[in-house]
Structures are given as structure tokens and as C-alpha cells.
Nanobody
Framework: QVQLVESGGGLVQAGGSLRLSCAASGRVFSVNVMGWYRQIPGKQRELVATIPSVSEAGTTNYADAVRGRFTISKDIAKKTVHLQMDNLKPEDTAVYYC???????????????WGQGTQVTVSS
């Protein structure tokens, strides 16, 4: 079973930066999409950024609200995805969740696994 472990959340002032990390363990298939989502209480979880393992799985994607401020990257050897968050705003405050959509075969539903979440709080 794939498991995801997140780290890097915390409290920062507006304009500051944080770097989130998500380490995967277990069987990560060659075709997968890893990414970050966030959830504000009372609202639905929303996509922040995703990064595919191969082109067939898509392209790097960012929510409009974070494009230009956040950067998603991966370390293939360590099976780890990072989210560098710069110029943070109070509206970025949320619980951030790591996710992997792990495709055994293209055209079939993927294994969909979530981390426990890490709190990011941006003060004004």
C-alpha cells in the first residue's frame, strides 16, 4: 500500500515562504500524478498543484490563485514531492493535503491515496 507522509507546514507572516514535502512509500507505479490540495473549513477541498510522472499522465498544473507564487517539484529517487510556497497570503491559510493518483494501467481508475494533511497558517 502506498502511504504519504507530509511535513513543512507552519505559521508565517504574509509575504513569507514555506516549503512542504510529501514522501511516498510502498509501490509507486510508473504512471502517477502527485500533487497538493488544500481545504478551508466549510469549503470543498481544492487543487493547488499537481505534477505527473510521465507525459501520458498530464502536465504540471497550478490553480490560478497560486500560479506564479507556488512551485511544485519532485525528487524521483526519494519518491518525494515538494511545494515551494512564496509570497504567501492570508487567503492561503488552509490544511494542505498531499495526494497520489497511482495508475496500474492507463484507462483504469487509479489508486487514490491522501496524506493526513498539514496546517498552513498565514497571518496578516
Amino acid at each position: 500500500q502506498v502511504q504519504l507522509v507530509e511535513s513543512g507546514g507552519g505559521l508565517v507572516q504574509a509575504g513569507g515562504s514555506l516549503r512542504l514535502s510529501c514522501a511516498a512509500s510502498g509501490r509507486v507505479f510508473s504512471v502517477n500524478v502527485m500533487g497538493w490540495y488544500r481545504q478551508i473549513p466549510g469549503k470543498q477541498r481544492e487543487l493547488v498543484a499537481t505534477i505527473p510522472s510521465v507525459s501520458e499522465a498530464g502536465t504540471t498544473n497550478y490553480a490560478d490563485a497560486v500560479r506564479g507564487r507556488f512551485t511544485i517539484s519532485k525528487d524521483i529517487a526519494k519518491k518525494t514531492v515538494h511545494l515551494q510556497m512564496d509570497n504567501l497570503k492570508p487567503e492561503d491559510t488552509a490544511v494542505y493535503y498531499c495526494n497520489i493518483k497511482n495508475f496500474r494501467a492507463l484507462g483504469s481508475p487509479p489508486e487514490d491515496v491522501w496524506g493526513q494533511g498539514t496546517q498552513v497558517t498565514v497571518s496578516s
